[in-house]
């Protein structure tokens, strides 16, 4: 499995993943399935402000998982304070490339002078949990039945990393 920056000729295969999560989980808050020109788009707005993109490839060539980060909110006073997200193919799942896709978004962060990493994981999704605190994010929160998905209310864990 390689770690590497994503390129335009990736988001077919983010795509496929990003759209499996959204039919069978609830780490992503929409029962919409993404279009390719959204998921360009996505691409292309995180690349035009510095952010990255990456993504493992199997051994086959195919996208296994990608990662990024974002801005957590919109006003100037969060401006060092940075959203990640990681997705992973469900048959790659459990063979550590979830943190070998988060582990060197901690360095481009810190590169772009960002200070935290926030990451925002469904309470239900305790592999995900645990993943976060073996990487060193501390729980900050738990913001109760915030999100609905498949007929049911969502909590959601806030967890930060200090960069």
Known sequence: MVIR???EADIAGILVIY??????SAAVYTEEEASLDNRLKWYADRRA?????????????EIAGFSSFGDFRPWPGFRLTVEHSVYIRTDCRGQGLGCAL????????????????????????PASL??????????????REVGTK??????????????
């Not at 402000?49 to 060539?61: F, I, K, N, Q, R």
């Not at 605190?133 to 913001?143: I, P």
């Open 150 to 163: 498949f007929g049911r209310w969502l909590d959601l864990v806030f967890m930060q990393r200090i960069l």
């Open 19 to 24: 759209n499996e999560v959204v039919r069978t």
């Open 5 to 7: 920056p994503a390129s």
């Open 49 to 61: 402000l510095g952010y990255p993109v990456l993504v493992a490839e199997d051994d086959a060539g």
């Open 130 to 143: 645990r993943l976060h605190e073996k990487l060193g994010f501390e729980r900050a929160g738990t913001l």
């Open 102 to 125: 988060i582990t060197p978004l901690f360095d481009e962060a810190r590169a772009l002078g960002k200070h935290v990493m926030i990451g925002g994981i469904d309470a239900g999704n």
